[in-house]
């Protein structure tokens, strides 16, 4: 079954910068969009950003455009989340997820304060 271990989240200071990853299993990775999500307490979950199978195609949500980068190894079925440029409003559970599964992962915390 579908399975999703996020990992690489802290805290960092406004400015300051963290990698994701996503590492994935139970399915052929490289034939599925991942996607990463997030969730600010008190808020929905938010979509941040979403990467094709092959990697050639990425989606932003609008406030991590030019910030963020999402990336994957599919020799390593994995899916990363560069973050740069963070601020306290970043700060959230970060998720990834297939496109198109109901499954989530634990989630990793991002916290952005000085």
């Known amino acids: 079954q579908v399975q999703v271990v996020e990992s690489g989240g802290g805290l960092v200071q406004p400015g300051g910068s963290l990698r994701l990853s996503c590492a994935a299993s139970g399915f052929t990775f490289r034939l599925f969009s991942m996607n990463w999500y997030r969730q600010a307490p008190g808020k929905e979950r938010e979509f941040v950003a979403g990467i094709t199978g092959t990697g050639g195609s990425t989606n932003y949500g609008d406030s991590v455009k030019g910030r963020f980068t999402i990336s994957r190894d599919n020799a390593k079925n994995t899916v990363y989340l560069q973050m740069n440029s963070l601020k306290p409003e970043d700060t959230a559970v970060y998720y990834c997820?297939?496109?198109?599964?109901?499954?989530w992962g634990q989630g990793t915390q991002v916290t952005v304060s000085s």
């Open positions: 997820k297939k496109t198109g599964s109901t499954y």
